[in-house]
């Protein structure tokens, strides 16, 4: 008895070991930037991901097995079976079948095999509990997925979804195309690994449609309802750093997604997560599962990954994979490099005082010309997509021209334009490269607080006449301050080394702090010296708790004037449309 307890607890830690090693093998480079992105080709070698989101039991006497037929020929691709695993690539990877590049025609079947059962290709077709349609793979098809799972009617079923786009033609120039293939379903909470006994209903239990919404809650066209256990069309978006929010359509649970995984990362976001139980036991969950950096397993109830802001390239079709109450974005292929995806983008800002009210034109080599009849001093445009290449800005008023200024745009750029004036009231633009950051929520450290969603900005002096100043914060209104930067000089940010302040904020809670001050530097020779020129509250810029994403304030107008409308201030410019849900 002794000697099977040590030989089960030596298979259990070849068992992590190599779960371990596969893992780091199998990751996937996140896309940081525009810039990096990778297509899925067409390989030589196709694979298919398993996905099982068949109910558990930590107890239960019985486990899965899949199997692949062929012709004549059958094996045994899959089984969690307890202490008989086939297939895993290790925790929290799917399964993976090598799929000959020629392609053919498979039928699967899934039975119910009893626990610590040798692995057998002959099926027990008393324990078969379900058979997929023929399925047709075709040649050089490339990453595949199967899903087995309960369909609305309670049945099990297996569903084959191609993940690369191989017919689906490319989307037109300056626009992305996203589908979403939905298994959502309401989870229950696993705390921690040491839970037990755990009962998990997976798809058998609250199946729910999904709609794609942008920040601002309206639907993505084509995608307001899409049913459980369906995979919809393609849909057509604007390119871009977009904030595409799944929305839960069940009556009684209307509400956000919060949970994700990296962007491009399927197969560790979904799959088998194992526990163990004490000596001699490990238990397979197979639902989708988070494990937060400090290896504890937090479960379906953490916050966990990104909210759902993604780099959409132009010329790139995209799936959302939802499981149960995760959800995952796919690169499924990228059409014309270098054609389809030649854009950028640029917003302009009116920073100057001495024009409260201006007209701009916007017009780019090829393409579309942008109109704006009226652009008042402190307000922005939203970014605009435009080809890359030679972009000319006019600023007008009453017909007459004020300036004109001309631009290159990079591909896959993020600009923006502030046009201002020097003390000597000579017009000017000042342009700004934008780094867009995925990231727009943070999951909670173990045992740490609720999360997060983090505001981004830089701080920019734009004042002309004002000299070095600086930006303070309290975290009540009228409280102490407390400096939030160093001193900027004119047309400079308020750090040297990566021209970036970064605020992070609780985003359960109104955003802190609750006020910003603008003050003149210590440094100067006269009575102003810190003197604090403007302030203003916080909900000024985020009227509902934390918006996340990337801005920049930026300080403007001009100190010494008796104009009103034309005194210094601080602004906040958004290049992003993430918004709090």
Request: aromatic share 12%.
């Amino acid at each position: 008895m002794k000697m099977m307890k040590s030989l089960k607890t030596l298979y259990l830690l070849l068992i992590v070991l190599l779960s371990g090693s596969l893992y780091l093998q199998s990751c996937k480079k996140e896309a940081a930037s525009l810039s990096k992105f990778e297509p899925i080709e067409i390989t030589k070698l196709d694979t298919l991901h398993i996905f099982n989101l068949l109910p558990d039991s930590s107890f239960s006497p019985m486990g899965y097995a899949l199997y692949a037929i062929s012709g004549t020929d059958t094996s045994m691709i899959y089984s969690n079976s307890k202490w008989g695993i086939r297939g895993t690539q290790g925790s929290g990877i799917p399964p993976i079948m090598t799929l000959p590049h020629t392609g053919g025609t498979y039928r699967f079947k899934v039975a119910k095999i009893p626990n610590y059962s040798p692995i057998s290709n002959k099926i027990d077709e008393r324990k078969v509990i379900c058979t997929s349609a023929e399925i047709n793979i075709p040649p050089n098809s490339g990453f595949n997925n199967l899903v087995l799972y309960a369909g609305p009617d309670g049945k099990y079923d297996v569903k084959y979804i191609p993940m690369t786009a191989i017919n689906e033609p490319p989307p037109v120039p300056g626009k992305f195309k996203v589908r979403i293939v939905n298994f959502g379903y309401h989870l229950p909470v696993m705390r921690n690994t040491y839970e037990l006994p755990y009962d998990f209903p997976n798809s058998t239990g609250k199946q729910f449609p999904v709609s794609l919404q942008y920040a601002d809650s309206t639907a993505v066209s084509g995608l307001q309802q899409v049913p459980y256990g369906s995979t919809s069309n393609y849909a057509e978006v604007p390119y871009g750093m977009q904030q595409l929010l799944l929305f839960n359509q069940y009556p009684d649970s209307l509400k956000y997604f919060n949970y994700s995984g990296k962007f491009n990362n399927l197969t560790s976001s979904f799959g088998i997560a194992f526990s163990m139980a004490g000596a001699g036991e490990i238990y397979f969950s197979v639902h989708p599962f988070y494990t937060d950096p400090s290896g504890f397993f937090q479960g379906i109830g953490s916050n966990a990954g990104n909210r759902g802001s993604y780099p959409f390239n132009a010329g790139a079709c995209y799936s959302i994979y939802v499981f149960g109450n995760m959800y995952n974005v796919i690169l499924d292929k990228q059409y014309g490099a270098n054609t389809l995806d030649d854009f950028g983008k640029v917003q302009v800002v009116n920073a100057n005082p001495g024009q409260q009210d201006l007209q701009l034109t916007m017009k780019p080599q090829t393409g579309e010309t942008h109109q704006y009849n009226s652009l008042p001093f402190g307000k922005y445009t939203a970014p605009i997509t435009v080809p890359s290449g030679n972009v000319t800005c006019t600023f007008t008023q009453g017909g007459r021209t004020l300036y004109t200024y001309d631009i290159k745009i990079p591909r896959l750029a993020n600009y923006t334009l502030y046009y201002t004036a020097d003390q000597n009231n000579t017009p000017q633009v000042f342009q700004q490269s934008n780094n867009i950051s995925t990231t727009d929520y943070q999951a909670p450290g173990y045992a740490g607080p609720g999360y997060i969603e983090p505001v981004k900005f830089k701080v920019f002096n734009l004042c002309a006449d004002a000299g070095n100043m600086f930006v303070t914060s309290a975290t009540v209104i009228g409280g102490t301050d407390t400096r939030m930067t160093a001193d900027m000089g004119y047309k400079s940010y308020a750090t040297e080394s990566n021209n970036t302040f970064t605020a992070v904020f609780d985003g359960r809670v109104q955003l802190q702090p609750a006020t910003f001050n603008l003050r003149l530097s210590t440094q100067r020779p006269d009575t102003l010296a810190s003197k604090k020129v403007f302030s203003i509250e916080s909900k000024a810029f985020f009227p509902l708790k934390t918006n996340p994403g990337n801005y920049t304030m930026a300080a403007i107008g001009l100190l010494n004037t008796a104009d009103e409308k034309q005194k210094l201030r601080l602004i906040m410019i958004k290049h992003t449309n993430y918004t709090n849900k």
